[in-house]
């Protein structure tokens, strides 16, 4: 008699996607598919992050001597900073001699320097290491993280993730760096081309030099900006984040039409410092403005503002007012099927920034609206939800945001704003007041309420802090508020 349904394999495999990684090596003993499935979470994601030279050694090994397990590898998550310190350790147990770099990737004059002159790297781990994820056949995604790099580490890490381009770059469809502005730059400069690229992410943090100051950088975004559009061709998402002190103007004017784009992040400080000549990003997003189905639109607060750089942006720029219909003029977006929208979690401002204010005056028709970050007032709702609302425009369909507080306040302030929501999904930390997971007060004034006006047909509650029974007797209450519900019941 079996002990297990007889299921289609297919549904099997669905079930295991849904086991937790730490439980998976038991799944793997049950039977052999069972057993691939294991091999292909465990190997399918190498993360090199460990500064130990015998830690890398034995991966390379395990890998090396399990010839099933390379195909597996589809993607990599490489630690420039790490790599160089296990090579150092490396080199520091070995005799001080002559090493010469003998990976084909290395550029020229990196071997032709360490044929000459000895460096403190231990070279032949790095080779390995090259040749290794060299072989990998089925690498689709790789993840550079080099946070703040510093001057002592270039003329290693350079060199190394130089040599990755020959090998990986003809296969990659994913690509993802977050390193300084100079370092990414140069990074890009020598990357070969990547013909099947379609998700580009970029992180840029602070420079090698002057970390803390404002920076036009104009030739390093240049370069960058190449670089970008050297994917024009097969673009599907971009990503561009930062909180650094830095005036992108340049590498905005020189982006070009991606036409297959449909996924865009700007997660960035936009403010008249930052972006004191907004004509680069208004073309940018002019141009896309009819093809972008996802949209993530989080503006950052930079808090490293120097009080005089500050001011002369002000004089620039006197009204932010006059500042933002310039940066969205002639934009319209009419075909987003989502649209994340983000608070400002730095301090230094209000909660909703300028921009954000702003954007939904531009969107029409919108699928979704997603708000990251937790409203703590009906006021900041209203500043993000009321552009969606003027004349002209259709509202989203559906909203996902999460409160600090679930009241009725907030309940009423949706349903008077958006009566033609459909779907709702609402995640709060406490009900009635910050403190209480008590709903009986929340009860008691929901008791008697009706929206009928409202057309919402689907509601999801959920409590971020704990696992709070009272969510469904709250669902219910607000479900007997709500016209499409109250039928139902």
């Not at 015998?54 to 390379?70: F, G, P, T, W, Y």
């Not at 649209?339 to 954007?359: C, D, K, P, S």
């Not at 009423?412 to 958006?418: N, V």
């Not at 409202?454 to 971020?464: A, G, N, P, R």
Request: charged share 20%.
């Amino acid at each position: 008699m079996s002990t297990s349904p007889e299921l289609p394999t297919e549904i099997w495999l669905r079930i295991a996607e849904f086991i937790p990684d730490d439980h998976f090596s038991t799944l793997g003993r049950v039977c052999r598919l069972f057993y691939q499935v294991e091999a292909e979470r465990k190997y399918r994601h190498l993360v090199l992050d460990d500064d130990r030279p015998a830690a890398i050694n034995a991966h390379l090994d395990r890998i090396e001597k399990q010839s099933l397990v390379m195909p597996l590898v589809n993607s990599i998550s490489l630690y420039p900073r790490a790599v160089r310190s296990a090579c150092l350790r490396s080199g520091r147990s070995q005799k001080k001699s002559l090493k010469k770099a003998n990976h084909r990737g290395w550029p020229a004059s990196f071997r032709t320097q360490t044929a000459e002159c000895s460096i403190p790297e231990d070279l032949n781990l790095a080779d390995r290491l090259l040749t290794g994820i060299s072989t990998f056949p089925n690498v689709r995604i790789l993840h550079v993280e080099w946070e703040r790099p510093c001057a002592p580490e270039a003329p290693f890490c350079f060199p190394f993730l130089t040599a990755l381009w020959p090998s990986l770059g003809q296969r990659l469809t994913t690509l993802s760096l977050e390193t300084g502005l100079d370092a990414m730059s140069r990074l890009v400069e020598n990357a070969s081309l990547l013909p099947l690229m379609q998700v580009l992410r970029l992180t840029i943090g602070p420079n090698m030099i002057n970390p803390d100051g404002v920076d036009e950088a104009s030739q390093q975004q240049k370069s960058l900006a190449s670089f970008i559009n050297g994917t024009s061709s097969t673009l599907v998402e971009l990503s561009i984040s930062s909180i650094e002190h830095f005036r992108l103007c340049t590498l905005y004017n020189e982006l070009r039409l991606f036409p297959h784009l449909r996924s865009l992040s700007l997660h960035l400080p936009f403010d008249p410092l930052h972006l004191d000549d907004p004509k680069g990003m208004n073309s940018f997003l002019r141009v896309h403005a009819g093809i972008i189905t996802k949209l993530s639109f989080i503006p950052t607060h930079c808090c490293k503002r120097a009080d005089g750089l500050w001011k002369a942006s002000l004089t620039a720029w006197p009204d932010p007012d006059a500042w933002l219909p310039q940066l969205f003029a002639g934009i319209r977006f009419d075909n987003l099927e989502t649209l994340e929208l983000g608070l400002n979690t730095a301090g230094g401002e209000g909660r909703v920034l300028q921009a954000t204010r702003y954007i939904g005056a531009v969107i029409n028709n919108l699928g979704c609206l997603k708000i990251t970050g937790v409203l703590t007032s009906t006021e900041d709702l209203l500043f993000i939800v009321r552009p969606f609302t003027q004349k002209g425009n259709v509202p989203p369909k559906k909203v996902v945001l999460e409160v600090h507080v679930l009241s009725r306040l907030f309940l009423e302030t949706i349903a008077t704003i958006l009566p033609d929501l459909e779907t709702l999904q609402l995640t709060y930390r406490w009900i009635d007041k910050a403190g209480s997971s008590n709903e009986a007060s929340f009860l008691r004034d929901m008791e008697g309420r009706y929206y009928a006006r409202w057309k919402l047909k689907e509601l999801s509650l959920h409590c971020s802090h704990s696992k709070d029974d009272g969510r469904w007797a709250s669902q219910l209450v607000i479900s007997r508020t709500i016209p499409a519900y109250t039928r139902r019941i």
